[in-house]
């Protein structure tokens, strides 16, 4: 079983920031994809940001260049610091792995149960 912990959400001030870390943990032999989703009530999930095996990175248009994911493949953690923050930016915060439990079984989805962000105007 794979289960995925994020933390370090919480109350900030605009323009403040937060940085919010997600572990997996069980038995998994390779992450492929890393990534953070985000949904604010009323809305639908989306992207945040996401990091491929290799580093490759890529961002919602809503945050580029106030966002970054980072990852550290020794502890299968994905991180995503977050500066400058907007009332807007107020969601529960989600992050998805894709990896396979063993050589050659397929890639799986797995979510963590979320972090809530919450940022004061």
């Known amino acids: 079983q794979v289960q995925l912990v994020e933390s370090g959400g919480g109350l900030v001030q605009a323009g403040g920031s937060l940085r919010l870390s997600c572990a997996a943990s069980?038995?998994?032999?390779?992450?492929?994809?890393m990534e953070w989703y985000r949904q604010a009530p009323g809305k639908q999930r989306e992207l945040v940001a996401g990091?491929?095996?290799?580093?490759?990175?890529n961002y919602g248009d809503t945050v580029k260049g106030r966002f970054t994911i980072s990852r550290d493949n020794a502890k299968n953690m994905v991180y995503l610091q977050m500066n400058s923050l907007k009332p807007e930016d107020t969601a529960v915060y989600y992050c998805?792995?894709?990896?396979?439990?063993?050589?050659?079984?397929?890639?799986?989805?797995?979510w963590g149960q979320g972090t809530q962000v919450t940022v004061s105007s």
């Open positions: 069980g038995s998994i032999f390779s992450i492929n994809s």
């Open positions: 998805r792995i894709t990896g396979r439990r063993y050589r050659y079984s397929s890639l799986v989805d797995y």
């Open positions: 990091i491929g095996s290799g580093g490759s990175t």
